[in-house]
T-cell receptor, first 119, second 112 residues
Framework: EPEVTQTPSHQVTQMGQEVILRCVPI?????FYWYRQILGQKVEFLVS????????KSEIFDDQFSVERPDGSNFTLKIRSTKLEDSAMYFC?????????????????FGQGTRLTVV | RKEVEQDPGPFNVPEGATVAFNCTYS??????FFWYRQDCRKEPKLLMS???SGNEDGRFTAQLNRASQYISLLIRDSKLSDSATYLC?????????????FGRGTSLIVHP
């Protein structure tokens, strides 16, 4: 069964360092997302990506964050200068179609996540 | 006002019980609705989509009430393995795109 894969599973970094979280979405999917979940809290939307550009981003996704789809396969999230409060589980997700009522196959499938710990 | 609201629980039920969760959403233009399941420190996994006519998948039944802006999940004959957090997901427009938005989740504990 196709799945979204994320690497690394766990990343420890020092405050102020740059990190790149990697994701390989399901191959025929067109919509890509990054979410984060701080321990014990809800899953929060960061950014969505379609047709090689950001389609939406949340208030969390400030100038320290960026996303790329460099080679048609990988989908990366970069945090330029990490802060302690960036410590969280970061989930990548993809869907075949945009989640609107008129479409089928709109479910988002999630990767296993990268646990980022900023020390 | 929160976009997607759920009772956090926990719901503590014996094996074999029937349990129901509700979720309310604030955006009347919301398009798609889903229930996900999340085990501790794991990724959300799709449990089922929720259709306007309601739908059933084995022991699980989902309902959508657009007029009252809520969705529900009913679990019959609960198993120990059903213990998890159940996440309500609603797609709502944000600047033109529809983004899956999560509720905080409802915790279910099924005990012997």
């Amino acid at each position: 069964e196709p799945e979204v894969t994320q690497t690394p599973s766990h990343q420890v970094t020092q405050m102020g360092q740059e990190v790149i979280l990697r994701c390989v979405p399901i191959s025929n999917h067109l919509y890509f997302y990054w979410y984060r979940q701080i321990l014990g809290q809800k899953v929060e939307f960061l950014v969505s990506f379609y047709n090689n550009e950001i389609s939406e981003k949340s208030e969390i996704f400030d100038d320290q964050f960026s996303v790329e789809r460099p080679d048609g396969s990988n989908f990366t999230l970069k945090i330029r200068s990490t802060k302690l409060e960036d410590s969280a589980m970061y989930f990548c997700a993809s869907s075949e179609n945009e989640p609107v009522a008129t479409e089928l196959n709109t479910e988002a499938f999630f990767g296993q996540g990268t646990r980022l710990t900023v020390v | 006002r929160k976009e997607v609201e759920q009772d956090p629980g926990p719901f503590n039920v014996p094996e074999g019980a029937t349990v129901a969760f509700n979720c309310t959403y604030s955006n009347s233009a919301s398009q798609s609705f889903f229930w996900y399941r999340q085990d501790c420190r794991k990724e959300p996994k799709l449990l089922m989509s929720v259709y306007s006519s309601g739908n059933e998948d084995g022991r699980f039944t989902a309902q959508l009430n657009r007029a009252s802006q809520y969705i529900s999940l009913l679990i019959r004959d609960s198993k120990l393995s059903d213990s998890a957090t159940y996440l309500c997901v609603v797609t709502a427009s944000s600047g033109g795109s529809y983004i899956p938005t999560f509720g905080r989740g409802t915790s279910l504990i099924v005990h012997p």
